[in-house]
C-alpha cells in the first residue's frame, strides 16, 4: 500500500493567494482528519470527515479555511486568503473507524508527509 | 482545562541505556492511549497502543505503561540506538473523540 499521499510536498505562496492542499487516503479507510504543525501549537486536528461526510470540523481556526471530501479517495483543504501566520505543516492521515465509540475506536492513525506551507 | 503535558526539553541518553518518556494527562478519560514516533520532516507513525485496561504492552524494544489512577503513561525504549533518535508524540483519545496529541520530547541517543 502506498500510505497516505498527500500533495504538494512543498509550497511558498504569496499573502492573499489561494491555497489547496490535497489528500488520497489509504484504500479502505473510511476516517480521514486533517491536522496542523506548528512549533508553537504542536500537532492540532482540523476536521475529521467519517464516509466522506464532516463530523467535526470544531478545529478549522476561520472561515478561510475550508475542506471537502467529494469521495472516498480524495480530499482537500483549502485556504482563501492565505496569511503569513497559515505557515505550517499540514498533515492529512486516515483511519478505520468502528463507528460507535469514536473515529478512530483504538485504531491506528496512518499519517501523510505532510505539505509544507510558507505564506510570505 | 485538559492537557497533555509532555517533557519538550530533549532526553538526551547514551546508546544501549533505556530511554524513559513520559505522558501526563489532567481531565481526561481516554479509553485509548497511543504513542507515535517522529522523524524531521517526516509524519507521525504509529508504535503502539495501550487501553484503559491494560496496564503495560510491549513490542520488541517498547514497553507502554498505563496508569489510570496516576493519568500517566510512560514509554520506554530499552538497549537504545541511535536510529531511535527521533521526537515521540502520546496521544489521547476518549471513547466518542478523536485524537488529542502531547507537543511530544525530542530523544537524543548518542554513540
Known amino acids: 500500500d502506498a500510505g497516505v499521499i498527500q500533495s504538494p510536498r512543498h509550497e511558498v505562496t504569496e499573502m492573499g493567494q489561494e491555497v489547496t492542499l490535497r489528500c488520497k487516503p489509504i484504500?479502505?479507510?473510511?476516517?480521514l482528519f486533517w491536522y496542523r504543525q506548528t512549533m508553537m501549537r504542536g500537532l492540532e486536528l482540523l476536521i475529521y470527515f467519517n464516509n466522506n461526510v464532516p463530523i467535526d470540523d470544531s478545529g478549522m481556526p476561520e472561515d478561510r479555511f475550508s475542506a471537502k471530501m467529494p469521495n472516498a479517495s480524495f480530499s482537500t483543504l483549502k485556504i482563501q486568503p492565505s496569511e503569513p501566520r497559515d505557515s505550517a505543516v499540514y498533515f492529512c492521515a486516515s483511519s478505520t473507524s468502528l463507528g460507535q465509540s469514536g473515529p478512530t475506536s483504538g485504531n491506528t492513525i496512518y499519517f501523510g508527509e505532510g505539505s509544507w506551507l510558507t505564506v510570505v | 482545562s485538559q492537557k497533555i503535558e509532555q517533557n519538550s526539553e530533549a532526553l538526551n541518553i547514551q546508546e544501549g541505556k533505556t530511554a524513559t518518556l513520559t505522558c501526563n494527562y489532567t481531565n481526561y478519560s481516554p479509553a485509548y492511549l497511543q504513542w507515535y514516533r517522529q522523524d524531521p520532516g517526516r509524519g507521525p507513525v504509529f508504535l503502539l497502543l495501550?487501553?484503559?485496561?491494560?496496564k503495560e504492552k510491549r513490542k520488541e524494544r517498547l514497553k507502554v505503561t498505563f496508569d489510570t489512577t496516576l493519568k500517566q503513561s510512560l514509554f520506554h525504549i530499552t538497549a537504545s540506538q541511535p536510529a531511535d533518535s527521533a521526537t515521540y508524540r502520546c496521544a489521547l483519545e476518549q471513547a466518542g473523540n478523536m485524537l488529542t496529541f502531547g507537543g511530544g520530547t525530542r530523544l537524543m541517543v548518542k554513540p
Open positions: 495501550i487501553r484503559e485496561n491494560e
Open positions: 484504500s479502505g479507510h473510511n476516517s
